[in-house]
């Protein structure tokens, strides 16, 4: 959400988000309509840009798939796009593409991921919480928001490993504290 386009994107992937430069965000659009009417702009829109739902965690499900999100574990281990030092995904728009199991967060798997950290704008909106304060479509202001994210002891860059190379019971001593479901 906050990187410019010379941190993260490829030509690719800004050519892959270009069909949706032209949707506007509709004024306070969070707090007048429900997620299922917001257009794509609008949805990307409510991403803070943690990273938190990047990191590798574990999740038990019950038989019938669902999950109780107070015994989810997340690690401070990243997807492979991951860049640790700024939190931003190295392609974003054509992650799924590099990593074919990334979760794109819809509306519709949207009620099966409750296990998204509890500052999530999409998990907070769906469960009828308002937007974190520190939130940009609250601030208007994207160093003043990674700041106040900072003091809020939010978001997976400068603290986070790359998966890459790491076995999984490695993996499994990196579970961390510092991301509440």
């Given at each position: 959400m906050f990187p410019d386009?010379?941190?993260v994107d490829s030509n690719a992937d800004a050519d892959?988000?270009?069909k949706y430069e032209s949707e506007p965000l509709r004024p306070q659009f969070w707090s007048r309509f429900a997620l299922t009417e917001l257009n794509h702009s609008e949805w990307e829109a409510l991403c803070d840009g943690c990273g938190s739902c990047c990191l590798i965690k574990y999740i038990d499900e019950d038989e019938s798939?669902?999950?109780d999100e107070e015994l989810v574990e997340y690690t401070d281990v990243t997807c492979q796009l991951m860049d640790c030092a700024t939190?931003?995904?190295s392609h974003y728009a054509t992650r799924q593409e590099h990593v074919p199991d990334c979760i794109?967060?819809?509306m519709d798997n949207l009620p099966k991921m409750m296990w998204l950290p509890s500052h999530c704008a999409y998990k907070r909106l769906y469960k009828g919480q308002g937007l974190p304060s520190?939130?940009?479509l609250l601030t208007g202001d994207a160093v003043v928001t990674q700041q106040q994210m900072r003091a809020a002891n939010v978001g997976v860059a400068g603290r986070c490993v790359t998966e890459i190379g790491m076995s999984d019971e490695e993996m499994e001593?990196?579970?961390v504290n510092w991301v509440n479901p």
């Open positions: 386009s010379t941190d892959a988000d270009s798939g669902n999950v939190g931003y995904c794109q967060l819809t520190w939130h940009l001593t990196r579970v």
